[in-house]
C-alpha cells in the first residue's frame, strides 16, 4: 500500500464547476498535511496547508480528519487556470523531515 | 536570486558517465532536500539535509547516488555510473524552521 493515495483522475470538469480531491494517508504518525500544484513540467508549487481545523483559501478550501486519515481539496468556481496537478504530500514530522507525495490528481478545466 | 537555483537546467549523458546535479538553496533556509520525478511518477524523496545534523540518506535508491551540501548551503547530487532508469526531473527544496518546502524548477537528466 503506498504511504499517500490519491485518485489519479483525470477529473475533466467545466469552468465554474466545484470539484473535490481526496487522498488518504497511511502513517497515523503524520504530522504536517499541504497540497501542492504541479503545472506540465513544472516544479511543485505550494497551494496550500492543511489544518485539522480545516482552512480556506479564496476558492480552495482544506480539510484533514486525522481519525480517518483522510485529506481532502475542495475548488469552487474553478478556472481554466486550475488546471494541473494536485499533489497531496504529508511530512512525519514538523518542523522539516521529507516530504511523501501521492502520485496526484489531475485537472483540467474546460471552457 | 529569491528562490531555489538549480543546475543544468538540462542534462544528456551517455549511460555509464557519471553527472553532477547542483542546488542553491533560498538564503538562509537550513533544510535542503533532494526529490525527482521518474516520467508518470510521483515525487519520490532522495536525501535530506539538515543544518550540520548527518544527513537523511533513506532514500537514496543505490550506492551510485551521493549528495554533499558544503558550508551549510548549496548541495551537489552525484551519480556516478549513470544507468538508463536514472532518467528523472531532479528537484531540490528547501525550507526553515517550520515552514513549508519550497522547490526549484530542477534539473531533466536524460541518459542515452
Known amino acids: 500500500r503506498k504511504e499517500v493515495e490519491q485518485d489519479p483522475g483525470p477529473f475533466n470538469v467545466p469552468e465554474g464547476a466545484t470539484v473535490a480531491f481526496n487522498c488518504t494517508y497511511s502513517?497515523?504518525?503524520?504530522?504536517?498535511f499541504f497540497w501542492y500544484r504541479q503545472d506540465c513540467r513544472k516544479e511543485p508549487k505550494l497551494l496550500m496547508s492543511?489544518?485539522?481545523s480545516g482552512n480556506e483559501d479564496g476558492r480552495f478550501t482544506a480539510q484533514l480528519n486525522r481519525a480517518s486519515q483522510y485529506i481532502s481539496l475542495l475548488i469552487r468556481d474553478s478556472k481554466l487556470s486550475d488546471s494541473a496537478t494536485y499533489l497531496c504530500?504529508?511530512?512525519?514530522?514538523?518542523?522539516?523531515?521529507?516530504?511523501?507525495f501521492g502520485q496526484g490528481t489531475e485537472l483540467s478545466v474546460k471552457p | 536570486g529569491a528562490g531555489v537555483s538549480q543546475s543544468p537546467s538540462n542534462k544528456v549523458t551517455e549511460k555509464g558517465k557519471d553527472v553532477e546535479l547542483r542546488c542553491d538553496p533560498i538564503?538562509?533556509?537550513?533544510?535542503l532536500y533532494w526529490y525527482r520525478q521518474s516520467l508518470g511518477q510521483g515525487l519520490e524523496f532522495l536525501i535530506y539535509?539538515?543544518?550540520?545534523?548527518?544527513?537523511?540518506k533513506s532514500g537514496l535508491p543505490s550506492d551510485r547516488f551521493s549528495a554533499e551540501r558544503t558550508g551549510g548551503s548549496v548541495s551537489t547530487l552525484t551519480i556516478q555510473r549513470t544507468q538508463q532508469e536514472d532518467s528523472a526531473v531532479y528537484l531540490c527544496?528547501?525550507?526553515?524552521?517550520?515552514?513549508?518546502?519550497?522547490f526549484g524548477d530542477g534539473t531533466r537528466l536524460s541518459i542515452l
Open positions: 527544496a528547501s525550507s526553515f524552521a517550520d515552514q513549508p518546502q519550497h
Open positions: 538564503s538562509g533556509h537550513t533544510a
Open positions: 539535509f539538515q543544518g550540520n545534523s548527518a544527513p537523511d
Open positions: 502513517n497515523s504518525a503524520s504530522q504536517s
Open positions: 504530500v504529508v511530512n512525519l514530522r514538523t518542523p522539516g523531515g521529507k516530504l511523501i
Open positions: 492543511v489544518y485539522s
